[in-house]
């Protein structure tokens, strides 16, 4: 399974938006990409997902490089509410369903 | 819809003793997955049922061991506990089974198990 690199933490101030990136060199042609975030006292919690080209839905957008070895997860204005731990995580074909987390970024917003 | 739920939320056992975690998936969520996580890391994947058999697992040991049931419930058990099972156990169900993938996880809040 591939493997990801992600910053430890990030800080970002409320309103403002926020670019989490995160390598994964190792991913496959159908690894999906997915993206999770767990709130203080909570369990994970889906965010988007894509394969190759860029996604966005009501809670954020992903950027996906065109080698596909990055990404990144953009939210457009940042809320306290927000501040979160951010995984990011490929999805195998051949594992599917089954995620490995790293240790994620965690993201403090400031008011 | 009705969410993930998890029991009990809180739990404490000794060392050597039994313990048995319960979840309820979604209403027609076919795959259920169990994760440990310790305090500061990422959830580790457990292993998951898909229609009542086990369908993978990660790098754990047998005595760690679960049950999926036809009313969309399933225990996790785990046996002789050891210290190092101190962790939040994370229950993830998805409507998808054998055949298809990139379906997200819904996930529980969590029992936190404290082994003394």
């Known amino acids: 399974d591939a493997k990801t690199t992600q910053p430890n933490s990030m800080e970002s101030n409320e309103e403002e938006p926020v670019h989490l990136p995160c390598n994964h060199s190792?991913?496959?042609?159908?690894?999906?990409i997915h993206w999770y975030r767990q709130l203080p006292s909570q369990g994970p919690e889906y965010v988007i997902h894509?394969?190759?080209s860029n996604v966005n839905n009501r809670m954020a957008s992903l950027a996906i490089a065109e080698d596909r070895k990055s990404s990144t997860l953009i939210l457009h204005r940042a809320t306290l509410r927000d501040a979160a731990v951010y995984y990011c995580i490929p999805e195998s074909l051949y594992n599917f369903n089954k995620f490995y987390f790293g240790s994620g970024t965690k993201l403090n917003v400031k008011p | 819809e009705t969410g993930v739920t998890q029991s009990p939320t809180h739990l404490i056992k000794t060392r050597g003793q039994q313990v048995t975690l319960r979840c309820s998936s979604q209403s027609g969520h076919n795959t259920v997955s169990w994760y440990q996580q310790a305090l500061g890391q990422g959830p580790q994947f457990i292993f998951q049922y898909y229609r009542e058999e086990e369908n993978g697992r990660g790098n754990f040991p047998p005595r760690f061991s679960g049950l999926q049931f036809p009313n969309y419930s399933s225990e996790l058990n785990v046996n002789a506990l050891e210290l190092d099972d101190s962790a939040l156990y994370l229950c993830?169900?998805?409507?998808?089974?054998?055949?298809?993938?990139?379906?997200?996880?819904?996930f529980g809040n969590g029992t936190r198990l404290t082994v003394t």
């Open positions: 894509g394969l190759t």
């Open positions: 993830a169900s998805s409507p998808t089974g054998v055949g298809s993938y990139n379906s997200p996880l819904h």
């Open positions: 190792t991913i496959s042609g159908t690894d999906y």
